[in-house]
């Protein structure tokens, strides 16, 4: 969890007749590891004549009567011909 101060999501995915990628993002990431606020990876080709791709991303932070808290999560989908390669972090 942050400590109030600024945060963010992204989220993103793409996919044509050779294939896809897929990443996401969130920052700052959990517990300070780079490793774990990002992933991504290539989706490979399936050779249908079928694919979609959905992203979603969000982050808040608030500070109400001197508490402090954020959320932040990221989720990108890939579906080639209905293989389907999910992507996703989040904080808390």
């Known amino acids: 969890m ?3 101060g600024p945060v963010s999501a992204s ?3 793409s996919i044509d007749p050779r294939g896809g990628f897929g990443s996401v ?4 990431p959990p517990q300070g590891n780079l490793e774990l606020g990002a992933r991504m990876g290539n989706v490979p080709v399936s050779g249908g004549p079928n694919y979609s791709v959905f992203t979603s991303s969000s982050s808040s ?3 109400e009567n001197g508490v402090k808290k954020s959320s932040k999560s990221a989720t990108s989908v890939i ?3 209905g293989k389907v390669t999910a992507f996703h972090v ?3």
């Open 61 to 63: 932070s608030s500070d």
């Open 25 to 28: 993002s969130i920052s700052p």
């Open 79 to 81: 579906n080639d011909n």
């Open 2 to 4: 942050s400590d109030g």
């Open 90 to 92: 989040s904080d808390p």
């Open 11 to 13: 989220a993103s995915g």
